[in-house]
């Protein structure tokens, strides 16, 4: 039965008793059945903050005719059906129609696809359904459900807590608070309290830090609180680099577009040429300007990218973000799991002067179990390292983990004393206690400078060792006492250390020369200490330029931070907002910076990043922070994600310098055409046809395979890069198209129509086989092109060669070619190949292999094993 939606109305679910809370949603505390929520969900619909748009195929379709270029040619369609040219009418309204149907069907099937993949790592939630826990995709939740959150979780919509263990939440998203807060579900909220986040309940768009709870849904989708603000929160994201250098060569080819039209119509008034026909043949030729489908061809080529990194345990959640990756020069990771098996283990408990100690496993284990934050490996560690009973302990309060103190305290009962247990960095946890104890010894010493010297000693020397540590502290307290906090962390007791083993993984060595040959430096980013981040950098290779720690760090100016990055590998004891710092001051250098990281912590680093990358196993935060997901927490995974962005985004290139080589200089001889010749070089619905043949025939590029050498560095949007091609490849084809009016006019004579036929042919045929010399920056005949490529450029030159003679020539305006004529047009097409090959490497080595979007990285140095 679907839930009303006056059952709230007059007092919210916050400022009710909870039964009442249940009864108005017909829910309890087992949650729904599957039946019901179906029923709910079908009535309801998903649990989005925006509409799907699966269902406006057709409205989408439509929407592209509202193109300003389609609509001005369906105008000049209008005006041809006006003026009785129904061959013309005929003609340009089927390629406009062809021409819609390619670029909606293709984009499509490249959204789709994309859209699959990210399903594949969907936000899901824990859901009690039939009275079994189950994980569910957070967009099936509905009215009624009842949901466990725990540490890391994205709040999945609008609840009422039932039960609540420690719980704080992050609701800077609602409340711009950038502080947690604690959350309870102690009975109802006074009714004052609806303006702000009641105590009782949790909201869409936050995140819980620490603590669990057990939560009934009262509001999804854009019945929430952030539903209902989401049209003011949203902003458009500050556009990447992919879209700039897409929007700056729209702009350079609108120019161009504009001053050519203008031009080719203000000669053929000049002229006193008809006004219709010399209307429609600027239109024609803007057509022929723009590269309309370049959009489809970015869409289909990002999708197959998409498809192809999946495959590589790469999901990529925003497109774009495959060109970023492709153009990443620096990557900042921290070194467990990505350096590192974390496979951790609990390997030596020792007091401050090193001798072995199991108070400190005592204490350790005790802090570990009775946390309710996001677990780490190291807490896992300590649980698995021996059986404790901790049947006599009961927890009282916890003060949860943050990355500013480095630490997390709980409170525990033993015997009827209390004790604050704190666990945490070493150095942090030793600044905060004022004795200590040895083996064997009840008598605790103060913590003087002779022993903070010994406490010192002993923690480096474990660090040299490759040691992960932790510091192990405590105080007893009040039997009174039931609550603890920050302030409490103070005359502490101190236990030792804990040692950690977590050995280098294998595969690291071989992924870090990889990606140091791709041309992308790794500078590792981390909360552990120098010592113990140096010997994993030992065993693996790698050189350490340089080192900055997080309290060093901490007193630089931003000023002073850039003028050390290029000469440090290793940020050590570093905060989240530094993390996040440094990758602000990175691409604040012009560097394409991409971060790996799974915690809660990481998430403003994610989002600082150009690329954020994540695994699959993160936390909610950070995986929904991420513009992409690794499967596997391995380098060599990243590695190939590298060369996959970079093989998108160069089969995007060819496109793109197709259409501003080639195709640009075949248009630009056509406007100047009209300068000497008595007629129209092309017939308006020529150029039309001539644009479409061309354009089928660029299609399979996404296809398309990509040379070594375009893969080796990191790849940029230069478009100084692709104006000066322009301007050395375009008039190459100038050249040739002049010489082929010569070749018609003064050769054979020809009249209107076999000169509008030979050009037509001639131009197709430069236009089309072009792609063989510039798909690649070896010679052509080194390069394979993808067959599919290579059967629709051959296929559409074969058909532009046979439409003179079949019976539709006559439709556009054409006339059988002789055969000398033929020969002819051959030989000059294959000359203009072979200059256009000279012209491409003539112009690479003089701007340097890496002017193809490429970037110089400063790459990690990485000693090999001898």
Not at 85 to 90: G, H, N, T
Not at 617 to 642: N, P, T
Not at 710 to 715: A, G, L, Q
């Amino acid at each position: 039965m679907d839930v009303p939606k006056e059952a709230f109305e007059g007092s919210a679910p916050w400022s009710r008793p909870l039964g009442e809370v249940y009864a108005a949603l017909r829910a309890s505390p087992d949650g729904l059945s599957a039946v019901e929520a179906d029923k709910r969900r079908q009535a309801q619909g998903p649990n989005l903050l925006e509409e799907p748009q699966r269902q406006r195929l057709i409205l989408d379709l439509l929407r592209r005719f509202a193109n300003p270029l389609v609509l001005i040619l369906l105008f000049a369609a209008s005006i041809a059906a006006l003026t009785r040219e129904e061959a013309s009418f005929l003609i340009i309204t089927t390629i406009v129609v062809l021409s819609v149907l390619i670029d909606f069907v293709q984009e499509h099937r490249a959204e789709a696809a994309a859209e699959a993949l990210r399903q594949r790592v969907a936000l899901s939630v824990r859901v009690m359904r039939d009275g079994r826990t189950m994980d569910l995709p957070a967009a099936d939740l509905v009215n009624g459900d009842v949901v466990l959150l725990s540490a890391g979780n994205l709040v999945p919509a609008d609840c009422r807590l039932i039960e609540a263990s420690d719980l704080f939440v992050n609701e800077a998203l609602l409340t711009g608070e950038p502080y947690p807060v604690e959350k309870n579900a102690k009975g109802a909220s006074p009714e004052g309290e609806e303006a702000s986040t009641p105590d009782n309940g949790v909201f869409m768009g936050s995140s819980v830090v620490s603590g669990m709870a057990r939560a009934l849904v009262v509001a999804t989708g854009q019945a929430t609180r952030l539903g209902a603000i989401v049209g003011a929160l949203h902003k458009e994201p500050p556009p990447t680099a992919f879209t700039l250098g897409i929007r700056r060569f729209g702009m350079l080819i609108v120019r161009l577009t504009v001053f050519l039209v203008l031009f080719v119509l203000l000669i053929n008034l000049l002229f006193h040429r008809p006004l219709v026909e010399s209307f429609l043949f600027a239109l024609a030729l803007a057509v022929g300007l723009t590269p309309e489908l370049l959009p489809m061809v970015v869409s289909v080529t990002l999708a197959r990218g998409a498809v192809r990194m999946s495959r590589a345990e790469v999901i990529v959640k925003r497109l774009s973000a495959i060109h970023d990756l492709g153009s990443m020069d620096i990557l900042c990771s921290d070194k467990t799991g990505t350096l590192t098996e974390a496979h951790i283990k609990l390997v030596r408990e020792v007091d401050v002067e090193g001798n072995e100690s199991s108070d400190v496993l005592q204490w350790a284990h005790v802090n570990a179990a009775f946390e309710t934050g996001v677990k780490s490996p190291l807490d896992d560690a300590i649980l698995e390292a021996a059986p404790i009973d901790l049947s006599a302990w009961s927890k009282i309060d916890e003060v949860p983990f943050d990355f500013e103190r480095r630490r997390v305290s709980i409170l525990a009962e033993r015997g009827g004393r209390r004790f604050l247990v704190v666990k945490g960095a070493p150095e942090d946890v030793l600044v905060h206690s004022s004795t200590y104890r040895l083996v064997g010894s009840d008598v605790a010493r103060p913590l003087d400078d002779s022993a903070r010297a010994e406490a010192r000693a002993t923690l480096e020397r474990l660090g040299d060792e490759g040691f992960r540590l932790l510091g192990v502290a405590w105080r007893e307290v009040e039997p009174q006492r039931d609550h603890a906090g920050i302030a409490d962390e103070s005359d502490l007791t101190f236990a030792g250390f804990a040692a950690f083993l977590d050995p280098p993984k294998e595969s690291a060595r071989p992924a870090l020369e990889a990606l140091s040959g791709l041309g992308v430096s790794v500078k590792i980013v981390t909360g552990d200490n120098e010592r113990v981040t140096r010997h994993v950098c030992a065993a693996l290779g790698i050189a350490v330029a340089g080192t900055i720690n997080g309290p060093e760090l901490s007193n630089l100016t931003d000023e002073a931070l850039s003028a050390r990055l290029a000469g440090t590998t290793l940020f050590c004891r570093v905060t989240p907002p530094q993390k996040a710092r440094i990758i602000r001051a990175l691409r604040r250098r012009g560097r394409v910076v991409g971060y790996l990281g799974d915690g809660i912590n990481d998430a403003p680093s994610l989002q600082a990043a150009d690329v954020g990358l994540s695994v699959d196993g993160a936390v909610d935060v950070a995986k929904e922070a991420a513009a992409m997901i690794l499967l596997r927490h391995d380098l060599s995974v990243l590695v190939e994600g590298v060369r996959e962005g970079r093989r998108t985004f160069a089969n995007i290139m060819k496109y793109v310098m197709m259409g501003t080589s080639s195709n640009f200089g075949n248009m630009f001889s056509m406007a100047g055409a009209v300068l000497i010749l008595p007629f129209l070089p092309m017939l308006p619905v020529q150029i039309l046809l001539n644009n479409l043949l061309y354009d089928t025939s660029e299609i399979a590029i996404p296809l398309d395979s990509v040379d070594e050498a375009m893969i080796n560095e990191p790849r940029h949007w230069d478009m100084d890069f692709v104006r000066d091609f322009m301007l050395v490849l375009g008039p190459v084809s100038s050249l040739f198209d002049f010489l082929t009016f010569w070749l018609l006019l003064w050769v054979f004579q020809a009249g209107e129509a076999l000169f509008q036929t030979g050009w037509f042919v001639e131009s197709l045929m430069t236009q089309v086989l072009v792609i063989f010399v510039i798909r690649t920056r070896a010679r052509p005949w080194l390069s394979r092109p993808h067959p599919a490529l290579a059967a629709s450029s051959l296929g559409i030159v074969a058909l532009a060669v046979a439409l003179p003679f079949s019976p539709l020539g006559g439709w556009f305006g054409f006339v059988p070619l002789p055969a000398g004529m033929l020969l002819a047009l051959a030989g000059l097409t294959t000359v203009y190949l072979i200059m256009a090959e000279q012209a491409k490497r003539w112009f690479l080595l003089r701007n340097q292999p890496h002017r193809l979007g490429g970037a110089t990285a400063t790459r990690i140095r990485v000693r090999r094993s001898r």
